[in-house]
């Protein structure tokens, strides 16, 4: 069974930037299409970023266009999201989530396009 685990997530000023991480343990991560998502309490989960497995291919949703990138590195069988310019609201938990790579990538938007999730980590932009 795969297993997904996020971090860096933290505390960080307006203009600032993070980089998360999710480790992918289980199984190669070139097995899953990978995908971030964001939660604000209350609400569902947002879409983020998208990349499918083999990594050539990489999808933002328009109001991180510019600002985060995904990325993921197989000999580290880790995913990334690089959060440059990040503003309060941002402000969210994000998770990473896998797909199964037996299924064409024509669908990475809604949660439920994926099969395994990470436990997320909070992302908080101050002011």
């Known amino acids: 069974q795969v297993q997904l685990v996020e971090s860096g997530g933290g505390l960080v000023q307006t203009g600032g930037s993070l980089r998360l991480a999710c480790l992918v343990s289980?199984?190669?991560?070139?097995?899953?299409?990978m995908g971030w998502f964001r939660q604000v309490p209350g609400e569902e989960r947002v879409f983020v970023a998208a990349?499918?497995?083999?990594?050539?291919?990489?999808k933002h949703a328009d109001a991180m266009q510019g600002r985060f990138t995904i990325s993921s590195d197989n000999a580290k069988n880790t995913l990334y999201l690089q959060m440059n310019g990040l503003k309060p609201d941002d402000t969210a938990v994000y998770h990473c989530?896998?797909?199964?790579?037996?299924?064409?990538?024509?669908?990475?938007?809604?949660?439920?396009?994926?099969?395994?999730w990470g436990q997320g980590t909070q992302v908080t932009v101050s002011s």
């Open positions: 289980g199984h190669t991560i070139r097995l899953y299409h």
């Open positions: 990349i499918n497995w083999s990594g050539t291919t990489t």
């Open positions: 989530a896998a797909r199964d790579n037996d299924r064409p990538w024509s669908s990475y938007l809604r949660p439920d396009d994926y099969d395994y």
